[in-house]
């Protein structure tokens, strides 16, 4: 009754010790939680054991010792399409989201602006060929004072618009309604002619 099992043996170099405690590596913990998920999920977890030390080739390695297992495919694809620039598990899921719709084209990540005179202006999320922004909003993306925060938030986008630069901003909650995503991402790339 075939198919590949979701056990799979660890292999010594798969095993660490934290705290005195025996536990999978990253790497090896990120092959096995993309094998049990979708695609964005599979992204997600690549893209934060990235961000969290994790090498490309480890997690490379920890998939090839993880043999043919129920997952794998999805665990392989999520590994390919990871890019460690991502800075939060909301923006790696907006990739995700984004990977599936064809009249979204992938976007630049943290791409820095500044003004001719070479004055920094903004790193953002997400950007489409200088013309759109997007941003992922997550709870606190600031910290501290939330009229602060606002304010700066505001300024920020201020000096952006007036580069040009049309700014389209989303929450968790439109991850989780990914059809609104979807419709404002293509909203903005219209209105910007893209």
């Known amino acids: 009754?075939?198919?590949?099992?979701?056990?799979?043996?660890?292999?010594?170099?798969?095993?660490?010790?934290?705290?005195?405690?025996?536990?999978?590596?990253?790497?090896?913990?990120?092959v096995d939680v993309a094998c049990a998920g979708t695609f964005a999920q599979a992204v997600c977890v690549a893209e934060s054991a990235l961000r969290a030390g994790a090498t490309r080739e480890g997690l490379t390695a920890a998939l090839v010792r993880a043999g043919r297992r129920r997952g794998i495919a999805v665990a392989r694809a999520g590994l390919a399409y990871a890019d460690g620039r991502t800075e939060s598990i909301g923006e790696s899921w907006s990739r995700a989201l984004m990977r599936g719709w064809a009249?979204?084209?992938?976007?630049?990540?943290?791409?820095?602006?500044?003004?001719?005179?070479?004055?920094?202006v903004a790193r953002t999320d997400f950007d489409w060929d200088g013309r759109l922004v997007g941003e992922f909003d997550g709870e606190v993306k600031y910290g501290?004072?939330?009229?602060?925060?606002?304010?700066?938030?505001?300024?920020?986008?201020?000096?952006?618009?007036?580069?040009?630069?049309?700014?389209v901003r989303w929450t968790w909650s439109d991850l989780v309604h990914s059809e609104r995503l979807h419709r404002l991402l293509r909203d903005g790339l219209r209105m910007v002619g893209l």
């Open 1 to 30: 009754m075939g198919g590949p099992d979701r056990r799979c043996p660890l292999d010594p170099v798969d095993i660490t010790t934290v705290d005195g405690l025996s536990v999978t590596t990253l790497e090896r913990t990120a």
């Open 103 to 120: 009249d979204v084209p992938e976007p630049r990540l943290q791409h820095t602006f500044t003004r001719d005179d070479g004055q920094f």
């Open 144 to 167: 501290g004072d939330t009229r602060a925060a606002v304010l700066a938030e505001r300024r920020r986008e201020n000096a952006l618009h007036a580069l040009g630069v049309h700014v």
